[in-house]
């Protein structure tokens, strides 16, 4: 995430305060990074009182009805709108381009951010299969730093959390040592173990 540019500015020519908000340089989302793309979002939408488009407390404003029945829309929706769709706009380009398909036909923000999260983050059995299987298989190559193995099952544990399915700090520490190389850090292995 590093030189993320943020570029946030009034729209010219309108009465109305909208936010114009792009991410280039920005985490990309695919489909093994959800946690670090959602975290980087919503800090970001947080920040800017976007997020409120996302999380269902800035919905649409309802239209008038008139006394015969009809219906009018509200005198905020157009700048209700336009905000949405600038956020959605913002939100596309922070999709890697096959993940951009799932959202084309999203009439909102919120709808984009739901069927994401309903994608990725959504405990299916057999997305939690896949998380458990990767991290039990976990285990460090001889090109990879200590830190860079130790921030993969970090990461595998956070996914998994978020799905419901925490994971308690001895089992941790037992997947952590099953995929270190025995030799190689034998008496690292060989300490923790006598504890």
Same mark, same amino acid.
């Given at each position: 995430?590093? *030189?993320?540019?943020?570029?946030? &500015?009034?729209?010219?020519?309108?009465?109305?305060?909208?936010?114009?908000?792009?991410? !280039?340089?920005?985490?990309? #989302?695919?489909?093994?990074?959800?946690?670090?793309?959602?975290?980087?979002?919503?800090?970001? #939408? &947080?920040?800017?009182? #976007?997020?409120?488009?996302?999380? $269902?407390?800035?919905?649409?404003?309802?239209?008038?009805?008139? !006394? /015969?029945?009809?219906?009018?829309? %509200?005198?905020?929706?157009?700048?209700?709108?336009?905000? /949405?769709?600038?956020?959605? $706009?913002?939100?596309? =380009?922070?999709?890697?381009?096959?993940?951009?398909?799932?959202?084309? %036909?999203? !009439?909102?923000?919120?709808?984009?951010?739901?069927? #994401?999260?309903?994608?990725?983050?959504?405990?299916?059995? =057999? %997305?939690?299969?896949?998380?458990? %299987?990767?991290?039990?298989?976990?285990?460090?190559?001889?090109?990879?730093?200590?830190?860079?193995?130790?921030? =993969?099952?970090?990461?595998?544990?956070?996914?998994?959390?978020?799905? $419901?399915?925490?994971?308690?700090?001895?089992?941790?520490?037992?997947?952590?040592?099953?995929?270190?190389?025995?030799?190689?850090?034998? !008496?690292?292995? *060989?300490?923790?173990?006598?504890?």
């Amino acid at each position: 995430m590093a *030189d993320t540019t943020i570029l946030v &500015q009034p729209i010219p020519n309108t009465s109305t305060n909208i936010t114009m908000v792009t991410f !280039p340089n920005s985490l990309k #989302l695919t489909s093994t990074n959800y946690l670090s793309w959602k975290t980087q979002i919503e800090a970001i #939408l &947080q920040g800017l009182d #976007l997020f409120k488009f996302i999380d $269902g407390t800035h919905l649409p404003p309802l239209p008038t009805v008139k !006394p /015969d029945g009809s219906t009018t829309p %509200h005198a905020d929706f157009p700048k209700w709108y336009r905000q /949405d769709r600038l956020l959605f $706009g913002a939100l596309v =380009g922070t999709l890697s381009a096959p993940i951009v398909s799932l959202i084309n %036909h999203a !009439p909102s923000s919120l709808e984009a951010w739901t069927i #994401l999260a309903n994608t990725y983050a959504a405990p299916t059995r =057999g %997305h939690i299969k896949q998380l458990q %299987h990767r991290l039990k298989n976990s285990s460090k190559t001889p090109n990879q730093t200590i830190t860079e193995y130790m921030h =993969g099952i970090k990461q595998l544990v956070d996914e998994l959390a978020i799905l $419901g399915k925490t994971l308690d700090a001895e089992d941790i520490s037992d997947i952590i040592l099953h995929g270190l190389d025995p030799k190689a850090y034998k !008496p690292i292995i *060989d300490s923790i173990l006598a504890q």
